[in-house]
Nanobody
């Protein structure tokens, strides 16, 4: 079993910055893709950014140039640096990790952390 722990959410004014962190814990697993999703009330959960083990990254169009995803493979952590935050960035942010543990695959989600951007 791979469990995720998120931190870094909070309240910030528009134009400010926040850094979200997620730590994956478990034994004998490989995190192939680490990602951040977000969900605002009334909206579907959407991919914000992800990062593969090979170093490829992907960003939602709405956050390109403002957010940066990074991972530390030695520590099995992934972070999301969010700059120039806008009220539309408000939502619950979820860490997601897909990978393998032994011969089995896994898809783990964190409990979510609230990000609120005020005008």
């Amino acid at each position: 079993q791979v469990q995720l722990a998120e931190s870094g959410g909070g309240l910030v004014q528009a134009g400010g910055s926040l850094r979200l962190s997620c730590a994956a814990s478990g034994t004998f697993f490989t995190a192939n893709v680490m990602a951040w999703y977000r969900q605002a009330p009334g909206n579907e959960r959407e991919l914000v950014a992800d990062s593969s083990l090979g170093g490829c990254t992907n960003y939602a169009d709405s956050v390109k140039g403002r957010f940066t995803i990074s991972r530390d493979n030695a520590k099995n952590t992934v972070s999301l640096q969010m700059n120039s935050l806008k009220p539309l960035d408000t939502g619950v942010y979820y860490c997601n990790v897909k990978g393998t543990r032994g011969w089995r695959s896994f898809d783990s989600w964190g409990q979510g952390t609230q990000v609120t951007v005020s005008s």
